[in-house]
């Protein structure tokens, strides 16, 4: 392979990595290029000789990884190779190597990428290694990685540069494997209870299913906008219409919306439809299946978040939002009947008020003011408005209620979920009254889906849906402070760009 970069890049490299090239120069001069090589047989990983030692002391293996230490002792070494699994010792001695591969091996860099082969055994300090017979150069590095002691600091960085950050942090691979295990988790309750996993368009005509600003695109051939989903829920409850009674979907959401510590413009939910059940069900399913994730990825449906213990074991407290907002603002919306009052009361409590704000949405106000801070442990917050539940089902003993609930821990919405809205005539005046509202100026409102009234009047029978914020959980799983820790990548502004970043990320 030839060094393909122009003599100006070369030039301006600094002196550290102009040396690095230097020796892959050399290294290809000598037919010893290490970006020819395709393939390397691994036989272990360093965990696996590490924890297996007492079967594998003296035995053959073959590892391959990224050199994080070297110490050269005149004719023997000692390096430490890490894997994806963590790392171990090596111990590279010039007669069992060779003179020539050995003079080589010193002017390896730490970062290159080597597979060894060797017998294991342990060193007088009790440190178990491998003692190398066979050492081959697999990928030179031509940056220099992180100073070991103090590691990649820098948290910009750190999202920016994520395959640095796993190089020289490796604890940070703890949350992915625990997320991970968390996922595993809750399709595999899922599957095991019937449901069927399936895929729903990324790409959308209409941006349905939840209120909220998309990004829009545009597809060149039908000469029409297109909107990355917001949510799926609109075509996964079509599939119930079709006659799937479980369906669930586990994917990417989109949102043209704010940054901050709890939110990414792209984020990861789950939507779970199923036939002949209601919000009660739901609720059975969330406390269920998150402290099911809780004690598979931790070990325990009681976690440790931020020095503040939160159990997840069921059952979980249940209030109504009228209820949390008479206890947390001791204001009693059972009492306030009208739209004229509840506003009256909403400005004597300091609410702001929105152009065509009623009864309901005052309600959700409150609720979003005075008491959503107060929910530290698992709790069900049930029978939300109609004005904020264009979706859900009217509550039978009380039309302006819905058969909805949030779930929340350690403040934040966890999920969300209702006994779908099934009549097809009340579905239309929902859209029609969120039309109203994106012409007075709300852009999150939902749009008229005409296709959907249609599958409505098909026919969907009583179904329970619900959707979870995967990330935030996972957050709490992994004592993240931050959803970009949960996010391999995490959107980033480019470099370069005159605004600075949100300081509050």
């Known amino acids: 392979m030839e060094n393909n970069k122009p003599e100006s890049q070369i030039e301006n490299l600094s002196e550290v990595l102009q040396v690095r090239r230097d020796k892959l120069s050399e290294l290809q001069k000598m037919g010893r290029d290490p970006f020819k090589i395709s393939k390397y047989n691994v036989s272990h990983h360093s965990n696996e000789v590490v924890d297996n030692y007492d079967s594998?002391?003296?035995?053959?293996?073959?590892?391959?990884?990224?050199?994080?230490?070297?110490?050269?002792?005149?004719?023997?070494?000692?390096?430490?190779?890490?894997?994806?699994?963590?790392?171990?010792?090596?111990?590279?001695?010039?007669?069992?190597?060779?003179?020539?591969?050995?003079?080589?091996?010193?002017?390896?860099?730490?970062?290159?990428?080597?597979?060894?082969?060797?017998?294991?055994?342990?060193?007088?300090?009790?440190?178990?290694?491998?003692?190398?017979?066979?050492?081959?150069?697999?990928?030179?590095?031509?940056?220099?990685?992180?100073?070991?002691?103090?590691?990649?600091?820098?948290?910009?960085?750190?999202?920016?540069?994520?395959?640095?950050?796993?190089?020289?942090?490796?604890?940070v691979k703890d949350a992915f494997l625990t997320r991970t295990k968390a996922l595993k988790a809750l399709r595999s309750y899922l599957d095991e209870r019937g449901f069927l996993e399936v895929e729903t368009p990324i790409l959308?005509?209409?941006?349905?299913?939840?209120?909220?600003?998309?990004?829009?695109?545009?597809?060149?051939?039908?000469?029409?906008p297109m909107y990355l989903r917001i949510a799926n829920e609109l075509y996964l409850k079509r599939l119930i219409v079709g006659g799937f009674d479980k369906v669930y979907e586990m994917g990417r959401m989109f949102r043209n919306e704010g940054m901050d510590m709890k939110h990414n413009p792209e984020y990861t939910a789950i939507e779970l439809y199923q036939a002949y059940a209601d919000y009660k069900d739901m609720m059975d399913i969330t406390e269920n299946v998150i402290s099911?994730?809780?004690?598979?990825?931790?070990?325990?449906?009681?976690?440790?978040?931020?020095?503040?213990?939160?159990?997840?074991?069921?059952p979980w407290k249940r209030m109504t939002m009228e209820e949390c907002v008479k206890e947390?603002?001791?204001?009693?919306?059972?009492?306030?009947?009208t739209d004229e009052e509840a506003l009256a009361i909403a400005r004597e409590k300091g609410i702001e008020i929105t152009p065509g704000m009623r009864r309901g949405e005052v309600i959700n106000a409150f609720f979003e003011e005075f008491g959503e801070d107060k929910l530290i442990q698992p709790t069900f917050i049930t029978h939300h408005p109609v004005e904020v539940s264009p979706l859900a089902k009217r509550n039978v003993e009380d039309p302006r209620r819905t058969d909805r609930f949030e779930a929340f821990a350690n403040k934040w919405e966890l999920a969300n979920a209702f006994s779908e809205l099934n009549d097809p005539i009340d579905q239309r005046g929902r859209f029609e009254?969120?039309?109203?509202?994106?012409?007075?100026?709300?852009?999150?409102?939902c749009?008229?889906?005409?296709?959907?009234?249609?599958?409505?009047?098909?026919?969907?029978?009583?179904?329970?849906?619900?959707?979870?914020?995967?990330?935030?959980?996972i957050m709490l799983l992994t004592d993240s402070t931050t959803i970009r820790d949960v996010l391999l990548?995490?959107?980033m502004k480019p470099i370069g760009k005159k605004d600075e970043e949100n300081q509050d990320l």
Do not use: C
């Open 433 to 445: 009254d969120q039309v109203r509202k994106r012409e007075l100026g709300d852009d999150e409102a």
């Open 447 to 473: 749009e008229m889906d005409e296709d959907f009234i249609n599958a409505l009047e098909v026919g969907l029978p009583p179904t329970g849906g619900l959707g979870i914020g995967i990330d935030r959980v």
């Open 204 to 224: 959308n005509t209409i941006a349905g299913g939840a209120n909220a600003r998309p990004f829009i695109t545009h597809h060149n051939t039908l000469d029409i």
């Open 56 to 171: 594998l002391e003296g035995q053959k293996v073959s590892l391959a990884g990224r050199i994080m230490s070297k110490r050269i002792m005149g004719k023997a070494s000692f390096m430490h190779l890490q894997d994806q699994n963590g790392r171990i010792q090596a111990y590279v001695k010039r007669d069992d190597i060779g003179t020539d591969e050995y003079k080589l091996f010193k002017t390896y860099d730490i970062g290159d990428i080597v597979g060894i082969e060797g017998f294991v055994f342990k060193t007088k300090t009790e440190e178990v290694s491998v003692h190398v017979e066979k050492l081959v150069l697999l990928s030179k590095s031509l940056q220099v990685l992180p100073e070991k002691y103090h590691g990649l600091k820098d948290v910009d960085l750190r999202y920016r540069q994520r395959y640095v950050d796993l190089i020289v942090n490796p604890e």
């Open 292 to 314: 099911h994730m809780a004690q598979v990825a931790t070990g325990s449906m009681k976690i440790n978040y931020q020095g503040t213990e939160i159990d997840f074991t069921p």
């Open 328 to 337: 947390y603002a001791g204001v009693d919306f059972s009492e306030i009947n």
């Open 489 to 491: 990548f995490p959107t």
